[in-house]
């Protein structure tokens, strides 16, 4: 939310809570109070998805992926060259063509390619197990590598979860914005139609920021008329 919507959210928000606290000199008007509730209302749902949108924003999950997603590619790179230095020293050359990525085409998969990478290099790692022992692959390591791909993708759900919810926030911010300003230009018609206390008046126009409407403009009969072509 931008400054401009967040000065508009606190105005109505005061608005509302004046009409609220003076509602004894508008409850008997139906239409009036119909206004009022629904202006609360659209001020709760755009106080939500405020809330939605800053909460994404705010977060250290993305930075926090980033750091998962490095800390799995390096520990999968160092899987892949032990079993690149197995390929070459018994010649499989059919190994030798699967564990073939470098480590800066590892690193540089995108978060949707590189869960699926690495867990094709980890049930490599299986397949091989019971031979590669010398090589220094075990189950424990190839344990906790899929348990980080587990985490790495769960946080990335997550993340894109977030990143829907942000969206739909902003678009709501987006749709309730002007509703919210179109009922309370309404309001203001209503109050100054329908209520006669002048207090009460000043005091909503203050918070509208709207000086001096229920006035209007004297003419000044001391100046004479013009003609009507303006000479």
């Known amino acids: 939310m931008n400054y401009l919507t967040e000065t508009f959210q606190t105005m109505a928000t005061d608005a509302a809570a004046y009409a609220r606290k003076n509602e004894q000199l508008w409850s008997t008007f139906s239409v009036i109070v119909n206004q009022v509730t629904g202006v609360e209302q659209k001020l709760i749902a755009l106080r939500d998805a405020a809330r939605s949108q800053s909460r994404e924003e705010s977060s250290g999950m993305v930075a926090d992926k980033n750091k998962k997603f490095a800390a799995l590619a390096a520990d999968v790179y160092r899987l892949e060259r032990k079993l690149l230095f197995y390929a070459k020293q018994t010649g499989n050359s059919v190994l ?15 978060d949707s390619k590189l869960p699926n990478g690495c867990k094709t290099i ?76 002048e207090a009460f008046l000043n005091g909503w126009w203050a918070i509208r920021k709207i000086k001096g409407r229920s006035k209007g403009k004297k003419k000044d009969d001391s100046s004479p008329a013009k003609p009507a072509d303006g000479r």
Do not use: C, H, W
């Open 96 to 110: 030798l063509q699967e564990v073939s990525m470098s480590e800066n085409d590892l690193s540089s998969l995108d």
């Open 122 to 197: 980890v049930e490599l790692g299986r397949a091989y197990l019971n031979r590669t022992a010398d090589y220094g692959i075990t189950a424990a390591e190839l344990d906790g590598i899929a348990t980080a791909i587990g985490e790495a993708e769960s946080l990335s759900t997550t993340i894109d979860l977030s990143k829907n919810e942000t969206k739909m926030a902003t678009q709501t911010i987006k749709t309730l914005v002007p509703q919210i300003r179109n009922d309370l230009d309404m309001l203001d018609d209503a109050f100054e139609g329908m209520i006669a206390d």
